[in-house]
């Protein structure tokens, strides 16, 4: 499977076999672009975009996990290494007093 | 035995980790869109001790959650059974429900057992839940099972099915649900299966598609800021210009549609034990054994009903997705929802992508009804596709939701 690619004029997601984006016509530079998230992404993390998925099926519940997917779940670490939660799950956080392993600890730096 | 709902699709690894189980087609409700057209029991149910094979079996072949449907799962008689002997196998049991006899005492009993989360079916604010579900008092009976399971311990969600009777609703029905204290939240489309499909004024139209991308994706980061997750069902998409923010579990996630999978890591089974790649699909069509029959094992690694999905290429797809940009990592999104309206999968109109990039060109695509449904569970009729001006009329745009509860007959 190629990787998407993800637009820097409009955020959308690109085929890789294109040179305009399929949303906003604008050129695609042959580098994939990160999604911005603050200080310290990756800017591997959109070719690697859809590595993983939330199992999902009609009739179901959507996943209830609750700090599982908060958004301080995986936040990126080093700028140059992938986040830990990139290539394998993380566990989810035994109760909601503890902090998910790739989170930032409460006493770290931003 | 992990229960992670998360899965490194990469691995090649095929089996059925996610599997929603129809434990009988009983119902205490009618509801005008199901599928299944659920209510009486079907002729030849499994049994409990025939379930807690299964559990054995979907043991083996590493499910890692099983959602308990019906009709109403709690109806069966060994539901609680099959709940405890699910979290013995170390497998998350989950249960979607209408709610409407999910007492206090019922949900005490599931959280004992070891059911791990409810999902409550809430498909409008309460005129329209009520409409929708063919019992007055349906919708504070869905808030009332909502509560009582969160009162026994239990993790609570919603789900939603979207169509024209509630599409105006979204924003007041997510405070709703959030009032009530859910922590996830499941929408997804109406498609034209079992009752569905007698209501062609209940659909959405595929252009009503991207502006329902942007107020779910709104909804959603709203969500995220009250620590509840509003997840997209499998054919509400795709390749819009949120599908990163539509997909994704956290809130600067970059998933997006990875194909149907159907028969690669999700399961559907029937009360009577018929086994399927999902458990929207037509059963005349993608029912590829009876547990009664064979194993659970043999009909997963051997039925070419379950194999549709595994070796799908952009060869099998027609019309409009064939020659979409996104063809091979999309393969035309959900395949029960393209084969409830031209009675094959490989060409979705219901597509945000499609419906925005027909617009650009001054365009939309208008479903026609052109034969009804026969009346089976899981049943479907047939459509077309009518190519018009974006701006061309919509009468069906202002009918009452009455008029939309309607049943209608098209002879074909």
């Known amino acids: ?107 770290a730096a931003p | 035995m992990t229960t992670d709902r998360r899965l490194p699709v990469l691995q090649g690894d095929l089996h059925p980790a996610y599997v929603v189980w129809e434990l009988t087609l009983r119902c205490d409700q009618a509801c005008r869109h199901c599928g299944s057209r659920a209510g009486p029991a079907r002729p030849e149910e499994l049994t409990t001790a025939e379930a807690l094979d299964v559990v054995s079996q979907l043991a083996a072949a590493r499910t890692r959650e099983v959602v308990l449907i019906g009709g109403e799962a709690y109806l069966h008689e060994g539901f609680l059974d099959i709940v405890r002997a699910l979290r013995a196998a170390g497998i998350r049991p989950t249960l979607t429900t209408g709610g409407r006899a999910f007492t206090a005492a019922l949900a005490a009993d599931c959280a004992a057992a ?158 009577d034990g018929g086994v399927k790649g999902c458990p929207s699909l037509q059963s005349d069509a993608y029912i590829g054994g009876h547990l009664r029959d064979r194993p659970l094992a043999e009909i997963w690694n051997e039925s070419p009903r379950l194999a549709f999905a595994r070796a799908r290429t952009v060869e099998d797809l027609w019309g409009f997705c064939a020659t979409c940009p996104f063809a091979a990592v999309c393969l035309a999104g959900c395949s029960f929802t393209a084969h409830a309206l031209f009675g094959r999968p490989g060409n979705n109109p219901y597509c945000v992508f499609r419906a925005e990039a027909l617009r650009q060109a001054g365009q939309r695509e208008r479903l026609v009804p052109v034969s009804s449904a026969p009346g089976r569970p899981f049943d479907h009729g047939l459509f077309e596709i009518a190519l018009e001006p974006y701006d061309a009329p919509d009468p069906g745009r202002d009918l009452s939701v009455a008029d939309r509860m309607r049943p209608r007959r098209v002879s074909g």
């Open chain 2, 114 to 271: 070891g059911l791990f989360s409810v999902s409550v079916s809430v498909d409008g604010l309460q005129a329209t839940h009520d409409a929708v579900r063919a019992v007055p008092g349906s919708f504070d009976a869905a808030l009332s099972a909502l509560h009582n399971a969160r009162a026994a311990g239990l993790r609570i969600g919603a789900n939603t099915t979207v169509n024209r009777a509630n599409l105006p609703e979204l924003e007041g029905l997510y405070d709703t649900l959030a009032a009530a204290g859910i922590t996830v939240w499941q929408v997804q489309i109406t498609t034209p299966l079992g009752r569905a499909a007698d209501r062609p004024e209940l659909l959405l139209q595929p252009w009503d598609l991207p502006g329902l991308e942007d107020r779910v994706t709104a909804l959603k980061a709203q969500a995220f800021r009250a620590g509840i997750l509003i997840m997209p069902g499998n054919n509400l998409g795709y390749f819009g210009r949120g599908e990163a923010r539509l997909r994704s579990p956290s809130a600067q996630g970059a998933d997006h549609w990875l194909g149907c999978q159907a028969g690669r890591y999700v399961m559907g089974i029937e009360s």
């Open chain 1, 1 to 107: 499977m190629n990787a998407l690619l993800v637009c820097s004029a409009c955020g959308g997601f690109v085929p890789p076999v294109v040179s305009t984006c399929p949303h906003c016509a604008a050129g695609v530079s042959s580098a994939p672009v990160a999604r911005r998230r603050g200080a310290g992404w990756v800017a591997r993390r959109a070719a690697v975009a859809g590595f993983s998925m939330t199992l999902m099926a009609c009739y179901g519940g959507g996943p209830n996990d609750g700090i599982y997917y908060t958004d301080a779940y995986c936040e990126p670490g080093p700028a140059d290494a992938a986040p830990a939660c990139e290539t394998d799950a993380c566990p989810p956080a035994a109760d909601a007093s503890t902090v998910p392993r790739c989170a930032p600890q409460p006493d």
